[in-house]
Every structure is written in structure tokens, then in C-alpha cells.
Nanobody, 124 residues
Framework: QVQLVESGGGLVQAGGSLRLSCTAS????????MGWFRQAPGEEREFVAS????????DYANSVRGRFTIARDNAKNTVYLQMNSLKPEDTADYYC?????????????????WGQGTQVTVSS
């Protein structure tokens, strides 16, 4: 049984930082590209960042590029999202997802497994 478990969400002031983690089990983690998506209340889910299976290639949404960094540790079956210079508009539930292919993707339909999400709230 595949599980993706996110952690690290919380309440932070604008300009602050948070690091999200997502630990996977039940799959060959190093064979999957990983992604982070988010969904704000009343909004559609949107792509945030993706990383290839080897951790050598990343992709970001324009809204977070330069502020967020995605990374992975295949030895720990974990993907991270370092979020700096947070803005109130970053407030959302953040989800990690696993794609059974090595390449990055911003399309949610490419991802097979999803975590339950972790809430991030940025106050102004």
C-alpha cells in the first residue's frame, strides 16, 4: 500500500519560511518523480513544484519561482518544499504527489499517488 505523508505546515507571518516534508512508503521512491500542488479555499488545485526521480531537474510555477525550493532525499524516501518569503496568497492546503516516471510534470493528471495534505496559513 502506497502512502505519502506530508508534514511541516502551520501558521506563519508574511515574509516567513516553512519547510514541508513528504515521506513515501510502499513504492520504489527513486523511480518516481515527485510534485507539490496546493489548493486554496474555493480555488482549483494548482501546480507548485516538481522534481525528477534523480533530483537533478526541477520545475516551478511562476508564482513561487525564486521563493520556493523543491528537493529530495532518495535514501530517506522524502521530498521537501522549502518555502521562503511567504505571502498571504500562498495560504492553501499543500499536497505531495508521486508520478511513476522520471521526468518532471506540472500536470496533476500525470500523478498516480497523493498525500492527504498539510495546511499552510500565511498571515499578513
Amino acid at each position: 500500500q502506497v502512502q505519502l505523508v506530508e508534514s511541516g505546515g502551520g501558521l506563519v507571518q508574511a515574509g516567513g519560511s516553512l519547510r514541508l516534508s513528504c515521506t513515501a512508503s510502499g513504492l520504489t521512491f527513486s523511480s518516481y518523480s515527485m510534485g507539490w500542488f496546493r489548493q486554496a479555499p474555493g480555488e482549483e488545485r494548482e501546480f507548485v513544484a516538481s522534481i525528477n526521480s534523480r533530483g537533478s531537474i526541477t520545475d516551478y510555477a511562476n508564482s513561487v519561482r525564486g521563493r520556493f525550493t523543491i528537493a529530495r532525499d532518495n535514501a530517506k524516501n522524502t521530498v521537501y518544499l522549502q518555502m521562503n518569503s511567504l505571502k498571504p496568497e500562498d495560504t492553501a492546503d499543500y499536497y505531495c504527489a508521486a508520478r511513476p516516471a522520471g521526468w518532471v510534470s506540472g500536470d496533476a493528471d500525470d500523478y498516480r499517488y497523493w498525500g492527504q495534505g498539510t495546511q499552510v496559513t500565511v498571515s499578513s
